[in-house]
């Protein structure tokens, strides 16, 4: 039996997992899951799997999440050192499905065990890249990308020579807002926002997917991962989701990976590495699909993609901030206190602010210097907004 951990449990990623592991119940030996408020089904999940532990991220909810663990051996507990105490809990595979610079620090805990880490959790890759890949060397641990076109690329490189790789291609739906006008933009509301026309996600990403915040992080996420050079990395408006990644060589040949829009097949692919085994997921009928449509992406209409252009070439500190700032704008935004145009805006402003006060361009990065930089980014945000 495998042993293995879904921080995030409760999320859509983490759900996607569990539905994953129902289906070959006796395969798995969990020991911990972890969510936040819905304590209802991180202590349902818990139960069904047979779980050692349940965490919840929110201390006050504790005494529910014990209540309904009650009489089941099932341990329960609560708050940010209950989560690292949880990655401590040694396994052989350990998803990463929290959302947020939140799912760092488990995460990082999870790599000492020296075992596979798969990482939905595209955040930690953006604020702490090269802690997170060397902390992985240093152990002898493995990550594996749950990102969706991370994976497509990872699949593409299989017996491939990376120094043969040209260029990296990672599409992006284009989102609900895809032919919106600068005007338009200006006026777009959350319940929009919410609306993601090819995949069913959390709430933020699908936010951060109309912004292109989220295919800004995916750039960054790609050059952190495959060590590839900014240049080399692309993207593509596709709309219909079909291609997740392509990668070019340098004989001019472009492999491509496609598949339907469903988190479980880059979640399988990362669960039965180096295997492939059935998935769950629809088969494409390409002649149904009939046409792949393509696009150049529009950085003025989503300035993101430039900005993460603007983080790789600072580096050191710039994707802390850059994360950091954005996940601060995207609170305000969720709570309808800025406009969505807003977002990019603060964030571009935190990023200045901070690059010309302390550089940015530190070498080593602790996670100490992380965290003040990205508690540094959230605050400044707020400011900007309250002044
Ligand atoms: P979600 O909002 O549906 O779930 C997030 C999970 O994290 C929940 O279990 C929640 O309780 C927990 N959580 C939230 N804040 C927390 C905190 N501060 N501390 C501890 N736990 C916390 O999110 P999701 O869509 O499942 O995304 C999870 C991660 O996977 C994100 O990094 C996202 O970018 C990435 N991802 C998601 C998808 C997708 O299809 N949903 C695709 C690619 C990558
Ligand atoms: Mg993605």
């Given at each position: 039996m495998r042993r293995i951990s879904i921080f995030?449990?409760?999320?859509?990623?983490?759900?996607?997992?569990?539905?994953?592991?129902?289906?070959?119940?006796?395969?798995?030996?969990?020991?911990a899951l972890t969510g936040g408020g819905n304590i209802a089904r991180l202590a349902q999940d818990a139960i069904d799997l047979g779980a050692k532990v349940a965490v919840t991220a929110y201390e006050d909810r504790l005494s529910e999440l014990r209540a309904a663990l009650s009489g089941t051996g099932i341990e329960a507990a609560a708050g940010d050192a209950a989560l690292i105490e949880a990655a401590d809990r040694e396994v052989d595979w350990f998803m990463s499905a929290i959302v947020g610079a939140a799912g760092l620090a488990p995460g990082l805990r999870a790599l000492r065990h020296g075992k596979t880490l798969a990482l939905a959790n595209k955040e930690s890759l953006v604020t702490a890249g090269p802690l997170l890949?060397?902390?992985?060397?240093?152990?002898?641990?493995?990550?594996?990308p749950v990102d969706s076109e991370h994976s497509a690329v990872f699949q593409g490189l299989v017996g491939e020579n990376p120094a043969e790789v040209e260029r990296v291609i990672i599409t992006a739906s284009g989102g609900p807002f895809r032919d919106w006008s600068l005007e338009q933009l200006e006026g777009a509301t959350l319940e929009q926002a919410c609306k993601h026309p090819s995949w069913d996600m959390g709430q933020r990403i699908t936010i951060d997917s109309a912004s292109m915040f989220n295919k800004a992080l995916e750039i960054i996420e790609t050059k952190e991962y495959f060590g590839f050079s900014p240049d080399q990395i692309e993207v593509l408006v596709h709309p219909g989701s079909y291609v997740h990644a392509l990668v070019g060589f340098r004989d001019g040949a472009l492999m491509a990976h496609l598949g339907a829009p469903d988190m479980r097949h880059a979640i399988g692919y990362a669960l039965h590495w180096p295997e492939r085994r059935d998935l769950p997921v629809e088969r494409l009928d390409l002649a149904k699909v009939g046409q792949l449509r393509f696009e150049a992406p529009d950085e003025i209409r989503f300035p993101a993609l430039?900005?993460?252009r603007e983080v790789m070439a600072t580096g050191g500190l710039a994707g802390t901030v850059f994360n950091a700032a954005k996940e601060a704008a995207l609170d305000l935004f969720i709570a309808r206190k800025?406009?969505?145009?807003?977002?990019?805006?603060?964030?571009?402003?935190?990023?200045?602010?901070?690059?010309?006060?302390?550089?940015?361009?530190?070498?080593?990065?602790?996670?100490e210097t992380i965290l003040e930089a990205d508690k540094e980014a959230r605050a400044r945000v707020f400011d900007l907004k309250a002044a």
């Open positions: 995030g449990a409760t999320g859509s990623i983490g759900q996607s997992t569990i539905d994953l592991i129902r289906r070959d119940r006796e395969a798995y030996d969990v020991v890949m060397d902390t992985a060397k240093e152990q002898g641990a493995r990550i594996l430039r900005l993460a800025i406009g969505f145009p807003d977002m990019a805006r603060l964030v571009e402003r935190v990023l200045t602010e901070m690059s010309a006060g302390v550089s940015l361009r530190v070498n080593a990065l602790s996670l």
